[in-house]
């Protein structure tokens, strides 16, 4: 026979949101969104600089298709630098959306997730969706308030972690689908 645990011993699995994910990418698309503004004024310094040199020596650019090429490669450096800045837009949203401190915590008597809880009866499966651009793979769990979400890499623990935690104290309730969840 086993002695029994100590009573202040708490027997729960805490998940706290992980920040560092969104952070990261935050400061990614900042630093290309940074290379993006260098590249466009190091564009058009050099081709200033091109049009200047070739006016102090006498050529001319009308008629020799050099306004439209200029015209195409500052389009482009214009529109990658939109979409860089749209990218660093949509990851500082993120950012703002993954909170601080516990987010869920699964016991014996049910689970709580970002300050409501629930018995075991009333929690569907938790699945998981596949990612789309600008984001990673998301975990769904139906309450009875509505489906809850959020991105895998905002948590501090493990699919697998989640999985086996949900599953033993659910007593093989509810579980983490995770065949969407990119290996």
């Known amino acids: 026979m ?3 645990p100590a009573p202040n011993t708490e027997d729960f699995l805490h998940v706290s949101w992980d ?3 969104a952070e990261g990418r935050v400061a990614l698309a900042r ?3 940074v290379a993006g503004v260098s590249s466009l004024v190091l564009t058009v310094v050099v081709w200033g ?3 200047l040199w070739s006016r102090r020596s006498g050529q001319e650019w009308s ?6 090429f200029a015209g195409i490669v500052l389009g482009l450096s214009l529109v990658l630098l939109l979409v860089r800045l749209a990218i660093w837009r949509m990851a500082v949203r993120h950012r703002r959306q993954v909170g601080e401190g516990e987010v869920i915590t699964a016991s ?3 689970l709580q997730i970002a300050g ?3 018995d075991w009866d009333q929690v569907g499966q ?3 969706v596949r990612g789309r651009r600008g984001g990673g793979d998301r975990y769904v769990i139906d309450t009875p308030n509505g489906p809850w979400s959020c991105e895998v890499d905002d948590l501090d623990t493990t699919p697998a972690a989640l999985h086996a935690a949900l599953a033993l104290y659910s007593q093989g309730r509810c579980g983490v689908a995770m065949e969407r969840i990119a290996h």
Not at 63 to 68: C, I, K, L, R, S
């Open 31 to 33: 630093r290309r969104f």
């Open 108 to 110: 014996w008597p049910g």
């Open 2 to 4: 086993l002695p029994l």
């Open 19 to 21: 920040p560092r994910a």
């Open 116 to 118: 409501y809880y629930w």
């Open 49 to 51: 600089g091109l049009y």
């Open 63 to 68: 008629g020799t298709g050099q306004w439209f």
């Open 126 to 128: 938790v699945g998981s």
